[in-house]
């Protein structure tokens, strides 16, 4: 049962413009989401995070939105560089999740120079 | 900075064979965590240790055992391996009482098995 979703496994946008990741969870229990980034034959790195509590985070190219109602969450990159091209997943916690995560499948984004 | 270390970073492995992964964390870092990912699949959490205790405990097989030693590196062992089992399998590492986002994953290690 897949509490987190990804559902673009892929993203091109061009250098310098908005780049938008989307994801859904079903859970209504997790209370923390998480965004890694994750480059080839590399672990994936923390990115940004936002709790339950707030709406909004941002850190900054990178913000990340919450909308509780509707369980998603995007994480926005503006502008968009060559270097953020990489599989960003996003992952919750919380409930009787304890410390682990749930994470989405991943949305591989390429930004063109 | 020192980060997690995994080894080996590649393995390759007949069906039913065993295999034994090992993970160290960072430095004074007492929360060692496993999870796997498959092939076009996200990180599936397997189990955490806490302490030299195991703490949380997911999707891990029973064909699949894991340590944390009294240094707070840990092993994950996998006996009589699958076609299945053939994955990228993460480590992390995190202080007790850190909230999720402070683990800390290593490069992993990608595990097939033939």
């Known amino acids: 049962d897949q509490q987190v979703k990804q559902n673009s496994p892929s993203l091109s946008v061009q250098e310098g413009r908005i780049s938008i990741l989307n994801c859904d969870y079903t859970n209504s229990m997790f209370d923390y989401f998480l965004w890694y980034k994750k480059y080839p034959a590399e672990g994936p790195t923390f990115l940004i995070s936002i709790s339950s509590i707030k709406d909004k985070n941002e850190d900054g190219r990178f913000t990340v939105f919450l909308n509780k109602s509707a369980k998603h969450l995007s994480l926005h990159i503006v502008p968009s560089q060559p270097g953020d091209s990489a599989v960003y997943f996003c992952a919750a916690n919380g409930g009787k999740g304890g410390n682990q995560f749930y994470f989405g499948t991943g949305t591989s984004l390429t930004v063109i120079p | 900075a020192a980060g997690v270390i995994q080894s080996p970073r590649h393995l390759i492995k007949e069906k039913r064979e065993t295999a034994t992964l090992k993970c160290y964390p960072i430095p004074r870092h007492d929360t060692v965590y496993w999870y796997q990912q498959g092939p076009g699949q996200d990180p599936q959490f397997l189990i955490s240790f806490y302490e030299k205790m195991q703490s949380d405990k997911g999707s891990i097989p029973d064909r699949f055992s894991a340590q944390q030693f009294s240094d707070y590196h840990s092993e994950l062992n996998m006996s009589s391996l699958e076609l299945g089992d053939s994955a990228l399998y993460f480590c992390?590492?995190?202080?007790?009482?850190?909230?999720?986002?402070?683990?800390?994953f290593g490069p992993g290690t990608r595990l097939t098995v033939t």
């Open positions: 992390a590492s995190s202080h007790k009482l850190a909230r999720a986002y402070e683990q800390y």
